[in-house]
């Protein structure tokens, strides 16, 4: 039985993205312009799919302008550069993503640092990362997943983040390290913990608020977290499920929800945690790429 209080990530995404649907109409009566977003999908990768799809009907559902650019598995570097270049170069686009993993013949870190910094509504360009670490948060844009991750924890904690124990679990530069950067501007005492950290149980216990992003479904057991915390599950692992008819599978984080339940003070459930909250980041991203690029002052930030 879940003792824990169960962070509604939909339903926080969904007030999050009100308030950009607000935002976007008043840019549209300033201005006459919505905010464009463009997403570029190399290949047939299904759960990548189901992602690209989200986007565009959460950005539709703001009011944004959407274009979504879905290129066969065998483009060449070169045409994804050049589909990239034209995105750049486009006024009525301000936010581009590539949507990760690219085919292996594709060099992928050639391929985000040519999307202009400005545009680069994932935060991945060194530019954004640059700005993101030197503690300059509010003139970069911050990656959507640990940005969204911050999002639950403030609107869960308040303002009680300064001087806790925060443990990240994984140091990707689209999760981990982002998210260690963030938590550390909180004044959050950070440890990043990854797959050759030693005694990863006990390290996990002395966190206040733990973040997993390890993508290992339910790693994280019951007994690794101190009663009371607050836990933050950024997995998204597709497992089989026969129970639930031949060939079906179901959703699960990197913590084993039920029994970290039992220990947690709150926790984020998958589905419905993070994953809604990623998409709404990218909505508040966008905006904010497009009143930048216009010129505009910046609304209120939201985090
Ligand atoms: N909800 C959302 O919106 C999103 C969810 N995700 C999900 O988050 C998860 C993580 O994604 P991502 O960061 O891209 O994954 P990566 O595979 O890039 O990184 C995983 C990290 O976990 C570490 N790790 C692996 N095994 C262990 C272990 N046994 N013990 C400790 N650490 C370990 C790795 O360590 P090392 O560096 O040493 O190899 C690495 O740093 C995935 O499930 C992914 O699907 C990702 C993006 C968005
Ligand atoms: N350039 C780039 N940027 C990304 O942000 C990016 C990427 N590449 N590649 C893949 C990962 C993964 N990711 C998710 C987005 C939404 C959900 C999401 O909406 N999840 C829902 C439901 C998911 C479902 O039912 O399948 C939920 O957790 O409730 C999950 C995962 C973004 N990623």
């Known amino acids: 039985m879940p003792q824990a209080q169960i962070i509604d990530g939909k339903a926080i995404a969904e007030s999050v993205r009100g308030e950009i649907t607000e935002r976007a109409a008043k840019l549209l009566s300033e201005t006459g312009k919505r905010p464009g977003l463009a997403v570029i999908l190399v290949g047939e990768d299904p759960a990548s799919q189901v992602y690209v799809r989200n986007k565009d009907r959460a950005a539709e559902a ?4 959407s274009v979504k650019h879905t290129m066969p598995a065998d483009s060449s570097e070169d045409a994804v550069l050049g589909m990239v270049d034209q995105l750049n170069n486009d006024p009525d686009i301000h936010g581009i993503l590539v949507q990760l993993p690219l085919p292996g013949h594709i060099d992928e ?3 985000l640092r040519l999307i202009k910094p400005e545009k680069d509504v994932d935060g991945f ?12 948060r509010d003139s970069a844009l911050v990656p959507c997943t640990p940005a969204g991750s911050l999002v639950l924890l403030k609107r869960t904690l308040g303002d009680t983040l ?8 994984g140091r990707s530069n689209i999760v ?4 260690a950067s963030l938590l550390l501007q909180e004044s959050c005492t950070v440890t990043i913990a990854h797959s050759r950290t030693k005694a990863l149980p006990d390290v996990v216990r002395a966190a206040d608020i733990v973040v997993a992003a390890v993508g290992r479904p339910e790693m994280v057991k019951g007994d690794w977290i101190k009663p009371g915390a607050t836990v933050v599950d950024v997995g998204i692992n597709r497992i089989p499920a026969p129970e639930k008819g031949e060939g079906k599978s179901r959703l699960v984080g990197d913590v084993a929800f039920e029994e970290a339940a039992e220990h947690a003070g709150a926790i984020t459930p998958v589905p419905g945690g993070v994953g809604p909250m990623t998409i709404a980041m990218l909505m508040v991203n966008t905006l904010t790429a497009a009143r930048r690029l216009m010129g505009l002052p910046e609304d209120e930030p939201l985090f």
Do not use: Q, R, W
Not at 62 to 65: D, V, Y
């Open 176 to 179: 981990g390290k982002p998210m």
């Open 125 to 136: 360009h060194p530019i954004n990362v640059g700005l993101l670490t030197a503690g300059e």
């Open 162 to 169: 300064s001087g806790k124990n925060a443990v990240v679990v």
């Open 62 to 65: 703001c009011g944004f302008h």
């Open 109 to 111: 870190s050639k391929v």
